[in-house]
């Protein structure tokens, strides 16, 4: 168990529809980071907040968005969903900003399917 | 940009094979390489990692060498088992002096699959 929890597990809706993504990171770390695993664009860094601030932008589309609160936790929200966006999307946290001492936990992630 | 290329799944081995899986990578700074697993229906758990030019990182009987002068971080097992079938991952993260990004660069992964 890797601290980090995701929810929900599974995530099935239409065309155009909006969702959100939870993430609660270990206790402690102050970062988190958002990817986006498809099977034709391998896993793909969306977005990193540390303590509550965005730190780092990816390939994340404009429909996309995502913050950090006060409590850590981070929500990524995903606006007039298409089918190509059906992928898991995971959730990683660190103690700080990341880099060579401090690798990433992730969570299980969130299976999305647009249909 | 920073990027990391991993040699082309799926591998399938007998148990007690010995394994390798290449990966290079390119890299501006001083990156830290790492190697991740992911088993079925899980996230992706670190497997060891290393920081600077010729340090070996292992854990459960896996090796990689970080080496600068090729690029290359391939991951090695001497005896590989049925419960090691999962996909594994090489990554880099971007590293410098100083450096406070700390996303991680993937390759693509490479399913391993171990036969009894």
């Known amino acids: 168990d890797s601290g980090v929890t995701q929810t929900p597990k599974h995530l099935i809706t239409a065309t155009g529809q909006r969702v959100t993504l939870r993430c609660s990171p270990r206790?402690?770390?102050?970062?988190v980071y958002w990817y986006q695993q498809s099977l034709d664009q391998g896993l793909q860094f969306l977005i990193q907040y540390y303590n509550g601030e965005e730190r780092a932008k990816g390939n994340i589309l404009e429909r996309f968005s995502a913050q950090q609160f006060p409590d850590l936790h981070s929500e990524l929200n995903l606006s007039s969903l298409e089918l190509g966006d059906s992928a898991l999307y995971f959730c990683?946290?660190?103690?700080?900003?990341?880099?060579?001492?401090?690798?990433?936990?992730f969570g299980n992630g969130t299976r999305l399917t647009v249909t | 940009g920073d990027s990391v290329t991993q040699m082309e799944g799926p591998v399938t081995l007998s148990e007690e094979a010995f394994l390798t899986i290449n990966c290079t990578y390119t890299?501006?700074?001083?990156?830290?390489l790492f190697w991740y697993v992911q088993y079925p229906g899980e996230g992706l758990q670190l497997l060891l990692k290393a920081t600077k030019a010729d340090d070996k990182g292992s854990n459960k009987g896996f090796e990689a060498t970080y080496r600068k002068e090729t690029t290359s971080f391939h991951l090695e097992k001497g005896s590989v088992q049925v419960s090691d079938s999962a996909v594994y991952f090489c990554?880099?993260?971007?590293?410098?002096?100083?450096?406070?990004?700390?996303?991680?660069?993937f390759g693509r992964g490479t399913q391993l699959t171990v036969w009894p």
């Open positions: 890299a501006t700074g001083y990156p830290s």
């Open positions: 206790s402690g770390d102050l970062s």
């Open positions: 990683a946290s660190s103690p700080r900003t990341g880099g060579r001492n401090s690798p990433l936990h």
């Open positions: 990554a880099l993260s971007e590293g410098g002096r100083g450096s406070t990004l700390g996303r991680l660069y």
